[in-house]
């Protein structure tokens, strides 16, 4: 099973879930130019409708953001855009003296069957911390609390453990055991 994904953390997080459920993940290096959508699940079904035009195949995806309640579940959908641009630091900005720090990761995982797109969905509660901590992981794990420690503060296994992407994976590995 091919995971297409140019960000080599998620699939080193993805490789490691799949190894438990018996399934090997092949990657997928390759970067492709997302479409624009409200919601991650229609951009993950865009995109892999659109990647299914070049790759002959089952393959699956992933999608993901993060959501912050005070802000209206900014920057959701914009995540990988808004991380290029203000970054981790940008965020704790809009937050700073904000009181709510509720915020969430969702991730949307798009498995092409070869004909159709399938979709699974995994969501982490956690919360924006007031200043980022810890070196491990990627991305906004930094800034993301969870319990008393950041997810840059954790070992890849603990982060796995309750991960967004652990439990949209999780679905979809569970699923296609089932199917076979
Ligand atoms: P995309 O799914 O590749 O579009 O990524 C969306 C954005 O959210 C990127 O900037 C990622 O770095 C970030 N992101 C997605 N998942 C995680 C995570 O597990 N930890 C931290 N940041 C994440």
Redesign the pocket.
Known sequence: MYFI???E??FR?VERIAEMYGIQVKWMKMKYV?PQGNS?EE?AKLSARMLAEKIEGEFVI?????FVEALKGF?G?Y??????TIGNEGILKLMDGVKDRKAY?M?VVAYWDGEKAHVFTGKVDGEIADSARGTK?????PI?LYGDKT??EMETGE?NKV???RRAFEEFFKWLKEKS
């Open positions: 994904t140019s960000n953390g998620k997080e997302e991650l951009i992933e999608d993901s953001g993060l920057p959908p995540s990988s855009y808004v991380f290029k990761f991730a992981g990627f991305g906004y794990d993301f997810f840059a982060k991960s967004h992407r």
